[in-house]
């Protein structure tokens, strides 16, 4: 599935880039997380769909805007 | 007075004390409010490993992060009664001793002033965005998480 | 940093904006500040029974009124971890829309702050004995008193 | 018993005056809110000696600094 993803912080920091379209085996969040979470490794994250925070068991579309978000440091 | 459009809370840099004075001086007409509460969260110069933090580099997804704001401001109108309230964040680089947030809270009561603020900063730093990078002395850095 | 001398609480007419700044501008010095809170009472235009209020005229039995007032300082000081904190009053003719009271307290974390802000604005309003003289448009006037 | 007594907001309006000292016929808190009750009508009051608000039990010395309170107005 064509996805554009977002990354934030340090996850783009850790990735060298802050986007990238990708088309990615995955139909859920919960397997986009499984399939970033190696990438990542202990860094805990959030992801957004066009730009709502989203929920292990939301379905991805085609196209969607993902954003992969660190710990929040607002403040 | 809820507001439906979606706002800019971003600042490039600190918070100057002279917007803060502007933003308390433009309520002085309204002379339905009887109670303001602010909030501002300042970099603190952190010893972290015996590196002391300089600054904090703030970046934000800027544009989900304005929505977000957006439905906190929109959530507290509901919950509190007031008259106004105003919300701005700095992104990009802010020194220790720097104003990074600034919360701004009126009502006719001061109950309704200072619940509302508090309600906003807890939501602001739980909800909200935004990514900081504490940077040290010898330029290394480490990315903060909030509490 | 508790102060044991009893301070003058007390400002002659309204808190200017420009005083709240330069009070706010005074802390970014001190860099184990994480969070400030600044509660400001603003005089509102009630109307009551048909009669706008357009000033208070305050005044104090300013020496206890000090005294009273650094004790409810030394108190906070003893319940909080605060780094700061600071307190102004108006004496004299306030008019609507301008502010006559000013609570600055300041902390390394928010929860501090805050609390600390709202117990001293409490404490103020109960115990301190200033008075108030709400005056209307057509001179006439009546006597504040605190909820 | 000669006390310096105080006035102030609308007490002090009321008895025309912020200040004066009196010879009174009282020795305790209870006595002199019982001899200004009349005065004063309807206005509640409380009492500072020397600086410090008083209960009713508390005893009067001589040449002590009274106050006459109205309710208070701060913030």
């Known amino acids: 599935m064509i996805l ?3 990354y934030f912080g340090q996850i783009a920091q850790m990735l060298h880039k802050e986007e990238e379209v990708l088309d990615l085996p995955v139909t859920t969040i919960r397997e986009l997380k499984s ?7 202990t860094i805990p994250f959030s992801v957004a769909v066009n730009q709502q925070l989203a929920g292990e068991t939301d379905q991805l579309n085609e196209n969607d805007e993902v954003a992969l978000l660190p710990p929040f440091a607002g403040g | ?4 459009k979606v706002k ?15 933003s308390i001086a433009h309520h002085q007409v309204k002379t339905n409010i009887g109670a303001h509460d602010i909030f501002l969260g300042q970099v603190r110069a952190d010893v972290i490993e015996g590196k002391t933090v300089q600054a904090i580099d703030y970046s934000a997804y800027e544009e989900m992060a304005n929505k977000v704001f957006h439905e906190i401001r929109e959530s507290a109108f509901d919950k ?11 992104k990009g680089l802010v020194k220790t001793g720097e104003i990074c947030l600034f919360v701004f809270t009126s009502s006719a009561h001061r109950k309704e002033a ?8 807890e939501e602001i730093k739980a909800k909200v965005p935004i990514f900081g990078k504490e940077v040290f002395e010898d330029a290394s850095f480490q990315w903060k998480v909030n509490q």
């Open chain 2, 114 to 121: 200072m619940e509302a603020c508090r309600y906003l900063v």
């Open chain 2, 80 to 90: 509190f009664d007031l008259t106004c309230m105003h919300i701005y964040h700095s």
């Open chain 2, 1 to 4: 007075m809820a507001d439906k």
């Open chain 1, 4 to 6: 554009k993803l977002n």
């Open chain 1, 35 to 41: 399939y970033y979470a190696e990438k990542l490794q």
């Open chain 2, 8 to 22: 800019n809370v971003f600042v490039e840099g600190p918070i100057t004390p002279e917007k803060i004075a502007n």
